[in-house]
């Protein structure tokens, strides 16, 4: 069964640092990886999706890289801002007909000003 | 709308009372999915809908659990017989393919049902 691990599981950072999300998966086997952010009662957004060929993808501050063959994706935020503050998951899908995506419990961010 | 929309955002209700989500994807996402969030946890798949079909149910918990799709379009998850167990924030999902059919076809989240049962 795949698990997924994020690591830290909260983080609280000056504003305007540079940070690394760091999430691990046990079955190398995956289609695709997404990073997500959720913000306090709400939904999920979508920021980043890494396709298991692919090494990394970047939206602005943000740099997703993927090693599916250690099992290992980061998430890289450049000059954090208080509004960066949410929680990040990280999410794997095996593909092969099983759709849906197996998350992990994300990491709790906060930006102090 | 532009984005995915669940109702009611709140639902609270006495165990044995059956309670019906609903989820309005976004138009044109063929791909419709249903997780759920408990305190303290990680997201767990409950369904997914390839149009109005389920190929996957494997993550309903237990048969006092069902969902159904109309017209490729909305869809509602049912929970019959509450139960205190059952109490967490229900999340909908949508994409324009599925994940294995296309390279960019991200999720879309709504904002959820929190749902109460006392």
């Known amino acids: 069964k795949q698990e997924v691990t994020q690591i830290p599981a909260a983080l609280s950072v000056p504003e305007g640092e540079n940070l690394v999300l760091n999430c691990s998966f046990t079955?190398?086997?995956?289609?695709?990886l997404q990073w997500f952010r959720q913000d306090p009662g709400k939904g999920l957004t979508s920021l980043l999706l890494?396709?298991?060929?692919?090494r990394e993808q970047t939206s602005g501050r943000l740099n997703a890289s993927l090693d599916k063959s250690s099992g290992r994706s980061t998430l890289y935020i450049a000059a954090s801002q208080p509004g960066d503050s949410a929680t990040y998951l990280c999410?794997?899908?095996?593909?092969?007909?099983?759709?849906?995506?197996?998350f992990g419990k994300g990491t709790h961010l906060i930006i102090q000003p | 709308g532009a984005g995915v929309s669940q109702s009611p955002s709140n639902k609270v209700t006495e165990k044995g009372k059956d309670v019906e989500l609903r989820c309005d994807p976004i138009?044109?996402?063929?791909?419709l999915y249903w997780y759920r969030q408990s305190l303290g946890q990680g997201l767990e798949f409950l369904i997914y809908?390839?149009?109005?079909?389920?190929?996957?149910k494997s993550g309903l918990p237990s048969d006092r659990f069902s969902a159904e799709r109309t017209g490729g379009s909305v869809s509602t998850l049912t929970i019959q017989r509450t139960q205190q167990e059952d109490s967490a924030v229900y999340l909908c999902?949508?994409?324009?393919?599925?994940?294995?059919?296309?390279?960019?076809?991200?999720?879309?989240f709504g904002n959820g049902t929190r749902l109460t049962v006392t």
């Open positions: 999902a949508s994409s324009r393919m599925g994940l294995t059919a296309s390279y960019n076809s991200p999720l879309h």
């Open positions: 079955d190398s086997a995956i289609y695709n």
């Open positions: 890494i396709q298991s060929s692919q």
């Open positions: 999410a794997v899908n095996l593909g092969g007909g099983a759709d849906g995506l197996t």
């Open positions: 138009s044109g996402h063929t791909a």
């Open positions: 809908f390839q149009g109005n079909s389920a190929p996957d």
